[in-house]
């Protein structure tokens, strides 16, 4: 059925609707409110609206009950269904419920009459809540629906009834002929009362959960904000129900088509109950995430920490121990150090490799656990078969929980997680020894251990970083730094840089000024093989090594010491034409751009008489410093987003200024290490 729905407002709506026929099911929500919202003025008018739709909801349940069994010949057991009871203070509004019942009646079918009907009803309870607008909507119309069906049920035994009765047509309806003939309006009219129920008890709810915080609770705001538009088409819907019972007592045939009503609020309940049960998740992350808190202030034992961590409720699952592939209790985890492996179920084999060895070592002494959390908002099936492929690749225990975790808020706003691997290091009370030994454990390995922020504090301080990194890259190394030799690390993504800086450090290492001072220098080029090809996943682990150690030192202090500065200042070349870093042994001389180091090669025989007077080291480094002064290079330096806790401000290794913030995106389409030289 198409109607002329006169809107007010636009005059390009107005244009719209006097062009042809135009659906009230055409309206867009923002049409709609922007009708709505000029009808309300202020909720003050105060009132028991709980009680009035508990009595509203007697009335319907039992009415529809009733309908069922007349037309459809149901046995509804009307009798023991339950009753619940008003507050014994509650008076109904009955002037206000007379007076809309009567805005209701007798009007005739059409969306666009039933429209303006609703906006008037909205006008006249203009200083109502929304909610307690459409219980009164609904209660007006309770009260001639539950009074008609009444009757019905008493024609037979009470002459009241029968008189009263008459007088509403009740046995006009009643007649088999006209029950028979209108048997599917009134089951449609049956079921687009139910559904309305079913729309005002989510607007309650949803009302109720109100009271949480919008910051807690985010999902709310969405709710919330469309509860207008969903009170609109609860009260549209009474009222062409209202016109439907009037058309049915009256016995004829021209009625509203209230399919499609019903049809947009069955939409309106499903998107209500979705709403209600994200914002019960969300305050049940809530909930959790303050007792997470609590909890962590006064750590007791960590298999209880654990539970509040994994686990909703009393709904403490077993562990699967990755060695056997069998379900374990969580009480293995009692009086024991817990390295939480927290990651998403996008990590890849090198993810996992990176703690075998930390697995191997500290399973022998079975003080040190490692646990498995994934992180999964929604698990779908496809997401468990995942799940089973990565579970089955790891030695070490396993949360098999295909639910969101009860503490997911808490290890992202407390821990950082972003989407990345981390391991959070437990004491055996529950203590947090580090939020993310990854990093560390990713540079040192097991020599990390037992993984704790003092320890990470030491290794990070040292001057030798670049030995764990460097060994990584070619086995010899370790043999060079054994010897205290020199060594360049160099690379970048320029060739042609990488060919001359090679020719002329291999003629310096090979200088007599050099040999005399019995000085040793070897050359080691990241991302090369042995015939000059690009190994990707050499330069991926490498720039993942420098990065992690980054990421170490910032989490933890904001003052950069002198390691911070250089670890910076590498981390800053990563993408530009040409790097070094200049080490004897395993101890950081310096790191610096291309194209500064370059200079001081190429200006060698201007200083390499200062070798045998200074030393190369020191030499080295003044002559670097003093090309410094003449070049002008920027200093950028890319953090991911995903790394953790990110610092609020930077200072320059090159100089004393704050560097300042910029955000970019990044896809190189690519998993794994490899990622990392881009």
């Not at 006008?123 to 929304?130: A, E, I, P, R, V």
């Amino acid at each position: 059925m198409a109607s002329k729905l006169l809107l007010a407002g636009s005059g390009s709506s107005s244009q719209q609707a006097t062009k042809g026929d135009l659906s009230l099911f055409t309206l867009s929500d923002h049409e709609i409110l922007d009708q709505i919202y000029s009808t309300h003025v202020h909720d003050d008018e105060k009132f028991d609206v709980e009680s009035l739709f508990i009595v509203v909801e007697n009335i319907l349940k039992r009415s529809t009950g009733i309908v069922d069994s007349v037309v459809l010949g149901t046995q509804a057991n009307i009798e023991h269904l339950e009753e619940k009871t008003p507050k014994p203070s509650f008076s109904p509004p009955i002037c206000t419920l007379k007076n809309i019942s009567c805005e209701m009646q007798c009007k005739a079918p059409g969306e666009d009459i039933a429209h303006k009907t609703a906006l008037s009803i909205l006008s006249k309870l203009s200083n109502y809540s929304w909610d307690a607008k459409a219980v009164i909507t609904l209660a007006a119309f309770a009260l001639d629906y539950g009074d008609f069906w009444l009757l019905a049920q008493l024609q037979s035994s009470d002459q009241l009834a029968k008189a009263v009765g008459t007088l509403r047509r009740v046995p006009i309806l009643l007649k088999r002929p006209t029950l028979q003939k209108h048997r599917q309006s009134l089951v449609e009219l049956n079921n687009v009362i139910k559904a309305t129920l079913e729309v005002i008890e989510c607007i309650f709810e949803l009302e109720k959960l109100s009271n949480h915080d919008v910051k807690d609770v985010p999902q709310l705001s969405t709710g919330v904000e469309h509860i207008p538009v969903d009170v609109y088409w609860a009260i549209v819907t009474v009222v062409a129900s209202t016109t439907q019972l009037c058309c049915l007592i009256n016995d004829e045939d021209k009625k509203p088509e209230l399919a499609p009503f019903a049809q947009k609020l069955n939409f309106i309940v499903t998107k209500l109950k979705r709403q209600i049960t994200i914002c019960r998740q969300q305050i049940e992350e809530t909930e959790a995430y303050w007792k997470l808190v609590k909890i962590f202030r006064t750590p007791t034992e960590v298999m209880e920490i654990f539970k509040g961590l994994i686990y909703t409720k009393d709904n403490v699952q077993p562990l699967i121990d990755g060695s056997t592939k069998k379900p374990v209790n969580i009480d293995v985890l009692k009086r024991k150090n817990v390295l939480l492996f927290i990651s998403s179920l996008d990590i890849n084999e090198e993810d996992i490799s990176i703690l075998r060895p930390i697995h191997d070592a500290i399973k022998k002494e079975d003080q040190y656990k490692i646990v498995w959390i994934p992180i999964v908002e929604q698990w779908t099936e496809d997401l468990q078969k995942k799940f089973e492929i990565l579970r089955s690749k790891m030695p070490w225990y396993v949360v098999q929980y295909y639910s969101p975790i009860a503490g997911i808020r808490f290890v992202k706003e407390k821990w950082h997680f972003k989407g990345k691997p981390t391991v959070v290091v437990l004491n055996h009370q529950g203590k947090v020894e580090c939020e993310n030994a990854l990093h560390m454990i990713r540079v040192w390995g097991i020599k990390a251990f037992p993984f704790t922020s003092a320890v990470e504090e030491t290794l990070t301080t040292s001057k030798e970083w670049i030995g764990h990194i460097g060994t990584a890259v070619n086995p010899n190394v370790e043999n060079w730094i054994k010897d205290q030799k020199y060594i360049f690390f160099y690379g970048g993504k320029d060739n042609d840089w990488i060919q001359q800086f090679t020719k002329r450090a291999t003629a310096i290492a090979n200088d007599p000024v050099i040999k005399e001072a019995r000085i040793s220098i070897e050359l080691q080029c990241v991302g090369k093989g042995s015939k000059g090809e690009d190994n990707a996943g050499v330069l991926g682990r490498f720039w993942t090594g420098i990065e992690s150690l980054f990421i170490s030192k910032t989490q933890r202090k904001t003052d950069a010491d002198a390691v911070s500065l250089e670890i910076q200042k590498l981390l800053s070349y990563k993408n530009e034409s040409g790097w070094v870093v200049l080490s004897k042994g395993s101890s950081v001389v310096l790191s610096g751009h291309g194209t500064t180091i370059l200079k001081v090669l190429e200006d060698f025989d201007k200083w390499k008489e200062f070798v045998r007077e200074k030393g190369f080291e020191l030499t080295f480094r003044e002559y670097h410093n003093r090309v410094l002064h003449t070049a002008h290079i920027c200093c950028r330096i890319d953090i991911p987003q995903t790394s953790g806790k990110i610092p609020e401000n930077m200072k320059c290794p090159d100089c004393p200024r704050i560097m300042e913030t910029y955000i970019s995106f990044k896809c190189c389409h690519i998993d794994g290490a490899a990622n990392g030289l881009h």
